[in-house]
């Protein structure tokens, strides 16, 4: 079976088929990007292993580059060194930061840089990434003294930051972000005093687990681990790190094995840190059959084999406001399990798909719509009827690599061949999708 690219960025894809193997995922994006930052302004040489080779991360990598960090060559299957700087040794870039498609890139290289006194930056990215908000981040780090200036009342990029010293502060963010939460915690490490990052809902916590293991005075208090406090002084120290499976591209095959008569995959090394797993939850709702297999700890992040199977009829799920956080990148491939379950599900308080690399509800039920699905979207959610078939047609990912792979999925369980435009997407997080696919499909 082949899922034939049709030119640099249109893929046919095959209806029906089952899917079945061992596959393993590569490594954890959030992680990624953070071993990388964190590495770089240590003392000393962090090693990682696992460390996810996909675009995303290229683009943290190559701005760190370009302010004096050392890093190697990023590349499948080899372990990356950083040779860190120390706390106060990056360098005033001589070029624009581009962070292509990568948020991620964006929102924590602001905390990295604004308290870099003297110092001037310039950030920007592709036309997906000037679009999405950046005052989330700016707001709180001006409230510690930090001087950020973009378009849109320094809301988009490309964005200008003059470095400043900071200053400690209590801020309390209006949303669940741990783009935010972790832009807070980098400038809070050179700010003179503490700071104290309260959440209105715990977000994935991997930003505090490695600043603690790489020596910062860091604190989680507060109910459910809300409160996140910094003590500046620390030296961070370089570490070894590796890199877990990341369960947001485990969730393409989760679905996959679930909904795809006759699959059975086996989806190895993958993180479940217990602010990632909501996928899992919502596969429980579902009554999907799966088991967790050899649970492990590996350097301070919670991993194991996931093996689903499909096993006929899955139950709708209700996901809310609550539960968001915890699968925020999974929204797009759940809706595409929606349209399998047997019954209505409803998705809420989501309105943050609305602002990822695309507005994920609108182009989620636009192109599912078009496959015959049936999908009412509200400001903050979507209501899906299950019904239990879809159709294989034109499908574009509007440059998206959730979208591309949720829909990939959707196509596999279509009626009739679909053709998919900008599947390439899906390098940003999984250059290897495509590759996996067909070696999992019979
Ligand atoms: C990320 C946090 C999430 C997530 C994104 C990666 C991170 O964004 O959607 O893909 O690495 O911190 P928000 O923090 O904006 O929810």
Same mark, same amino acid.
């Given at each position: 079976m082949s899922f034939n690219s049709i030119n640099s960025s249109a893929r046919e894809l095959l209806a029906g088929g089952r899917l079945s193997g061992k596959v393993r995922v590569p490594g954890d994006k959030s992680i990624s990007h953070r071993a990388l930052l964190f590495g770089s302004i240590a003392e000393g040489v962090t090693t990682i292993q696992g %460390? %996810? !080779? &996909?675009e995303d991360p290229l683009s943290t990598a190559a701005c760190l580059r370009s302010m004096g960090v050392s890093i190697s060559p990023i590349k499948k299957g080899h372990s990356v060194e950083v040779n860190g700087v120390g706390l106060d040794g990056l360098q005033e870039p001589a070029e624009i930061l581009d962070c292509g498609n990568s948020g991620t890139t964006m929102r924590l290289l602001l905390g990295l840089i604004v308290g870099r006194k003297g110092h001037h930056f310039v950030l920007s990215g592709d036309d997906s990434l000037r679009r999405r908000p950046m005052k989330r981040v700016g707001n709180p780090l001006k409230l510690m003294g930090a001087k950020v200036h973009g378009r849109s009342n320094g809301n988009l990029a490309p964005l200008s930051v003059l470095g400043q010293k900071l200053h400690g502060a209590v801020i309390g963010t209006p949303i669940a972000s741990a783009q935010v939460k972790s832009a807070i915690l980098l400038a809070a490490l050179t700010a003179e005093g503490p700071t104290t990052v309260i959440e209105p809902a715990h977000s994935r916590d991997h930003s505090e687990r490695m600043l603690k293991a790489f020596g910062a005075n860091l604190q989680v208090g507060g109910e459910m681990g809300r409160h996140i406090s910094i003590t500046p002084g620390a030296i961070l120290k370089g570490q070894p790190v590796v890199v877990p499976g990341d369960i947001s591209s485990a969730a393409f095959w989760l679905v996959a094995g679930a909904c795809v008569p006759g699959s059975e995959i086996t989806i190895e090394n993958v993180g479940l840190n217990p602010t990632r797993t909501g996928i899992i939850e919502i596969m429980q709702q579902m009554e999907a059959s799966f088991e967790i297999l050899n649970q492990r700890e590996v350097a301070g992040e919670p991993v194991g084999d996931i093996r689903v199977i499909h096993k006929g009829q899955l139950k709708p799920f209700q996901l809310n406001e609550e539960i968001i956080p915890r699968l925020v990148d999974e929204v797009p491939i759940l809706s595409v399990a929606a349209c399998f379950c047997e019954g209505i599900s409803k998705i809420k308080g989501a309105s943050e798909l609305r602002v990822k690399e695309t507005d994920r509800l609108a182009v989620m039920a636009r192109q599912l719509t078009s496959m015959g699905a049936k999908i009412e979207e509200h400001s903050d959610g979507l209501t899906i009827h299950g019904v239990g078939k879809l159709r294989g047609t034109e499908l574009d990912s509007e440059t998206d690599h959730r979208v591309a792979m949720s829909l990939a999925i959707a196509a596999l369980l279509a009626e009739g061949d679909s053709k998919l435009a900008n +599947?390439?997407? &899906? +390098?940003? +997080?999984? !250059?290897d999708f495509w590759k996996d696919l067909e070696r999992l499909h019979d």
């Open positions: %460390l %996810l !080779p &996909a +599947s390439d997407a &899906a +390098s940003v +997080s999984y !250059p």
